[in-house]
């Protein structure tokens, strides 16, 4: 299982999961799956929440490669 976007929560700050959601363009569920790590954006999905949220959506991308790193290191 992945781990919680605590930087995704805490760059939503004190909008709604709801709110979010709805500016991106996605259902709250789906996006609320996206903060939990249970799924993982496309760029172009990625690139909204970026825009939305106002983050380089690129970092949605990085902590896969970091977490990727961590799991053969420690294999």
């Known amino acids: 299982m992945r781990k919680l976007r ?6 939503r700050a004190n909008r709604s ?3 979010t959601a709805k500016s991106i ?11 939990l ?3 993982n954006p496309s760029v172009t999905l990625a690139k909204r929440i970026g825009d939305t949220l106002n983050f380089d959506w690129t970092l949605f991308f990085e902590e896969e490669v970091v ?3 961590q799991k053969t290191n420690t294999a």
């Open 25 to 35: 363009g996605i259902s709250r569920g789906a996006y609320a799956n996206i903060e």
């Open 17 to 19: 999961q709801e709110s």
């Open 37 to 39: 790590g249970k799924r």
């Open 6 to 11: 605590h930087w995704l929560i805490e760059l």
């Open 67 to 69: 977490e990727t790193k």
